[in-house]
């Protein structure tokens, strides 16, 4: 915890760089914590919410099996 202290402004700087998670460790029984940026911690809780329906998380996993397997098509935008 002092060096984080210490340290605060680049740890926080090499997160934002990185995309990184940077978890601290605390005495005891303490639960540990962790540190992210707002834009991933957004993200993570975009992706639980998404997945969190069963009809939304098998459409994804088909979407992704279908991108794996190249069975795509190119979209052309009539408004470009």
């Known amino acids: 915890m002092r060096e ?4 605060l ?3 926080f700087d090499k997160i ?5 998670v940077l978890i601290v ?8 914590m962790v540190i992210m940026t ?3 911690y957004s993200s993570m809780k975009e992706t639980d919410y998404l997945l969190s ?3 939304n998380r098998q459409m994804l996993e088909e979407s992704m099996r279908q991108l794996d397997n190249g069975d ?7 408004v470009e």
């Open 4 to 7: 984080l202290r210490a340290n």
């Open 9 to 11: 402004k680049d740890h």
């Open 16 to 20: 934002e760089q990185d995309q990184s």
């Open 25 to 32: 460790p605390r005495k005891g029984s303490q639960e540990a």
């Open 38 to 40: 707002l834009s991933e």
């Open 53 to 55: 329906n069963p009809h």
């Open 72 to 78: 795509t098509m190119e979209y052309k935008s009539p």
